[in-house]
């Protein structure tokens, strides 16, 4: 196995990443973000990559990172000064992560339960720190989060009343609101949910407690929850990569990342088989684009096959590299160790996508259980 | 982060193996080829896993493994002495892998084109060595092959004359009969499929040719096709471990397999939020089942979250470990770095799933590219 040059030699399936439409979606968010008092906080799970996080964090306007799993945070943690952990950590084994993390940089986590905060206190106690954390909301989602309002505040005064950990302020994440397509709708929906974080916040300072911090948005919101008075942070990460799923809302943003196959099989005159499967590449947000063939559909996505119905004298040869575009970025860049970086034809870098799966699994194997 | 001994101990999410019931249902199926001509040819893509590969070997009824990707290919020919890679490859780059691989141990490859037999061919004579291959037919699932008959036969004619490669006979996945509910309408699809089969095997022996093997099968037609004269060898991965989709059509197999989470959010009263999402298991078959909570199902699942609706009064409470069924094995096992195997409430083993992902993103990321 050699080390691919040009795109042409790349082996299939991959994720391939252009590394100039990278660079014009980082600029163009981080450019909304200049003039005025939010900040952007770019969500690492979408790509899991020190190389693209090191990017977004050079084009400014950002305050510092976002993470979902205490892997994530690890990575980032060597390279970011201000990590949130915008998710639920309450096991002890992962706390005491969370501390260790906290040794090397300002990280905030969010908590929703009593058990929650206790949990991370223990830990953050045992190593002689403190850990910041935000009280997380339930904004509409229906998901994880305290109720916004009095329950909120009480739990604001819990985590106050708590040696080991330090309240810095509320998180409420619309993600019910970022698919919706109606751009009027989507408004009032994510100022309605907003309105709720926002509204906290104030009654957690009415409480004569400190709330610093007021984050929330995604892609779909980042122009609506961004410019809502008294919203700190943005916490949006597709920007970067973009998938179907996301372009149906006419965002500023570019395909920056297509998955490339290979044509393995050309059994009809209208179908072809190429190599990037369901292994390669999520479908829960349904089947992948095609990238670069006019009347080419994807019509099917079994483990190691997509399936394309093609359009009549459709010059696919067994062989032909076909690139698909992803349905849903997150999850599909999961699949995958590495980018392959392009700038036109040439292969300029191979970027590790270093929080893939669980460090704690790759720890085991380590250990040779 | 310490090596986990009792499954309190296992760090979420996580792919937790019950040893005995994998043992279970590995011998039942050994036990059901005992008795025939036809052998088992056990899908290692279902599972990846060496240590489970090796334990359907040694349970005899085997006449080797199958694997749907090189990189499975490379892992399992360390310890395998009879390999099929059911699957189309047509690149330069993977080819010279399969010869390399032929090196060490008998591989078969399927083809189901002229490019493919003469990627396979030029590979083989530059190794110095030949490559079998079984002529791969569409019996109905409409993805990759030949079609049978004729065009099969002539396919056949064309690899016994090309130097480089030997044709050992044909192959056919019934696909689309695997997941057919009702067992009449599923026995007569298997019939119709391997009767395509069986016929085009008789048609390339009447034209001349050998064609000693004639593969098909999987789990859901396993003890159909098994038993149709003229079939040799059943492709079966899934019936190891075992998922909610196979368990519908009434197999005698067992959940082998969870994927193990912690409930870290508990919202409301009929709410509770647990730690393993759709990064930790796929959604393609439908939401995963609940293994151990009578009255609970999955109503969302998300990257981070699985989302469960509970009963009234169900005892969960922040940190309570649920298990979930995975709707569909192989792409969720695809997730994991390891599975962690239990035997009671004791973690006994720690197995690699070493064929995951791609091996030459892992050389490209060796290479620093």
Chains 1, 2 share one sequence.
């Not at 981080?30 to 969500?43: E, K, M, Q, V, Y």
């Not at 084994?93 to 339960?113: E, F, P």
């Not at 122009?223 to 372009?247: C, F, H, K, N």
């Not at 990037?276 to 483990?303: E, F, I, Y």
Request: aromatic share 4%; charged share 20%; with cysteine.
């Amino acid at each position: 196995m050699t080390t691919p040059r040009s795109r042409t030699e790349i082996p299939t399936p991959a994720l391939v990443l252009d590394r100039a439409a990278l660079d014009r979606n980082i600029e163009r968010m981080a450019s909304f973000f200049r003039d005025g008092t939010c900040r952007l906080r770019p969500h690492f799970k979408a790509h899991k990559t020190p190389d693209i996080a090191r990017r977004q964090l050079a084009a400014g306007s950002c305050i510092g990172l976002t993470c979902a799993t205490v892997t994530e945070a690890e990575v980032v943690a060597a390279f970011c000064d201000d990590v949130l952990l915008a998710n639920e950590v309450v096991t002890a084994d992962k706390c005491a992560r969370l501390a260790a993390i906290a040794q090397r940089t300002r990280l905030t986590v969010a908590v929703d339960s009593p058990e929650g905060v206790d949990a991370i206190a223990a830990a953050a106690r045992a190593a002689g720190l403190s850990i910041g954390v935000l009280i997380d909301l339930d904004v509409g989602q229906r998901r994880c989060g305290v109720t916004p309002g009095d329950a909120a505040v009480a739990m604001a005064q819990r985590v106050a009343a708590t040696p080991g950990v330090s309240l810095r302020g509320v998180m409420g994440y619309e993600g019910h609101v970022q698919p919706v397509r109606d751009r009027a709708a989507r408004t009032a929906q994510a100022v309605e949910a907003m309105g709720q974080l926002v509204a906290t916040a104030a009654a957690v300072r009415r409480a004569g407690l400190s709330c610093e911090v007021v984050s929330g948005g995604g892609t779909g919101t980042y122009d609506i929850s961004g410019r809502i008075p008294g919203v700190t942070e943005i916490q949006a990460g597709s920007y970067a990569l973009m998938d179907t799923d996301y372009a149906e809302l006419g965002l500023p943003f570019e395909h920056a990342f297509v998955v490339l196959g290979t044509v393995v099989s050309r059994p009809t005159a209208d179908r072809c088989v190429v190599d990037c499967g369901h292994k390669s590449q999520t479908k829960d947000h349904g089947l992948p684009g095609v990238w670069d063939l006019p009347g080419a559909r994807v019509t099917g996505l079994n483990d190691e096959h997509a399936t394309l119905s093609l359009p009549p004298g459709a010059a696919v040869a067994i062989g032909t590299r076909i690139a698909l575009v992803p349905s849903h970025t997150d999850p599909t860049v999961n699949l995958h160790d590495v980018f392959y970086v392009v700038e036109g034809e040439a292969v300029v870098a191979c970027w590790p996508i270093a929080a893939r799966g669980y460090a704690e699994q790759r720890a085991a194997l380590g250990a040779g259980l």
